[in-house]
Each structure stands twice: as C-alpha cells, then as structure tokens.
T-cell receptor, first 120, second 108 residues
C-alpha cells in the first residue's frame, strides 16, 4: 500500500536550518508530485510548495521563497524539504503529501508528520 | 489567492446525527477542484472527498460532498464515534493551494 514515512522530530535553535525527509513506497515515485504542508500548534494547514521527482518544479509558496528548498532522490524514493533561518514561528508539524498527476485529484496520501520545534 | 471560509467553527452533535459543514470560497473554484480532509486528534489529515463530490478510496458512504462555484458542503450522515474530528476544505483549482480554517465536530 502507499506509504510516506517521514523523518523524526527535531529541536532547532533560532537561525538554524532543518531538513525533513519523506520516503515513499507502494507506488511509482516519479509519477506523482510531493507537496509539503505545515501545521503550527493548534492551527490550520499551510501549503509550502511542491516538487515532482525527475520532472517538475519545484514551486514554492511566496511566503517561503528564499528560505525553502525542495529536492528529491529517485534512487532512494525520498523527497526532502530544507528550511533555513528558522524562527519560533516555524515551530510546526511538517507533512509531505502525495498528489497524483491527474487534474481532478489532489492530496491523496499524507505522511505521518514531523514535528520541528524552534527554541533556544 | 483564493480564501476559504468554513462554518461553523465548531459543531456539537451526538452520535447518529447528521453533520453539515460549509466551505465558501472568495472566488470561483476552477472545475470544482475542492477537497475535504479529516484530521483526528494526534493524526495526520486524510483525504475524504475530492472534486467536490467524489469519495476517496475506502471512505464510507455516510460521507458526501456537494457544491460548485464558490459554495461547497460536506455532509456526514449518522455520525460514528470516529467521525468526531476536525475537517478542512482545500482548493486546488489554482496556485497557491489554500485551506479553510477547519470545522471541529465535537461530541455534544
């Protein structure tokens, strides 16, 4: 079955960078987009951007331009999201989400989430 | 960007009742590209409905979606204990993708 397994929780100091990984299984990795969505504690969902392994993007939400980098490695079926210059406002659960390359369909499978805590 | 406004913020209902959740877009959602996601406490969201009215794989038929243009509805018939959760609408008709702020369905 389709699975997106993310890396574990991390604690970072303000100003640091973080990388979150998302390992895919159960489907053809290159045929689907991977999006990243975050959720601050007790808050709603915020879209960060997407990448299509080997063929498309990345495309980032305007508010993250210059601070986020999304990459993928098809040899290990893994997508990565790097976020720099962290502040306390970046404390959140970060999710990777699969998106079929079909116009009618969208976020059909979510990773389990990775909690990133920014604190001194 | 398209803003999505969900109402009500909280819905207090009993098991077996029907829940009706609303999602209003600030402008037309292209081709009805509107999804609903459920998030149970401590879990990741999961897709319930896509293209406004199509149930995702494995979703029980007590969940149904309707609407077009700027007004969309999620209906949950005969609430089960596992249905008490937060529900988010999400549009994917244009970039950036956006989400509503969520409706919490809680036990009355």
């Amino acid at each position: 079955q389709v699975q997106l397994v993310q890396s574990g929780a991390e604690v970072k100091e303000p100003g640091a960078s973080v990388q979150v990984s998302c390992k895919a299984s159960g489907y053809s990795f290159s045929d689907y987009y991977i999006h990243w969505v975050r959720q601050a504690p007790g808050q709603g969902l915020e879209w960060m951007g997407w990448i299509k392994p080997n063929s498309g993007g990345p495309k980032y939400a305007e508010m993250f331009q210059g601070r986020v980098t999304m990459t993928s490695d098809t040899s290990i079926r893994t997508a990565f999201m790097d976020l720099t210059s962290l502040t306390s406002d970046d404390t959140a659960i970060y999710y990777c989400v699969r998106d079929p390359d079909i116009p009618e369909e969208d976020f059909d499978s979510w990773g389990q989430g990775t909690l990133i805590t920014v604190s001194s | 960007e398209i803003m999505l406004t969900q109402s009500p913020g909280t819905l207090s209902l009993s098991r077996g009742e029907r829940a009706t959740l609303s999602c209003r877009a600030s402008r037309y959602v292209d081709s009805g590209y509107l999804a609903w996601h459920q998030q149970r406490p401590g879990q990741a969201p999961r897709l319930l409905i896509y293209a406004a009215s199509r149930r995702a794989t494995g979703i029980p038929d007590r969940f149904s979606g309707s609407g077009s243009g700027t007004d969309f509805t999620l209906t949950i018939n005969r609430l089960e204990p596992e249905d008490f959760a937060v529900y988010y609408c999400q549009q994917y008709g244009e970039s950036p993708r956006t989400f509503g702020q969520g409706t919490k369905v809680e036990v009355k």
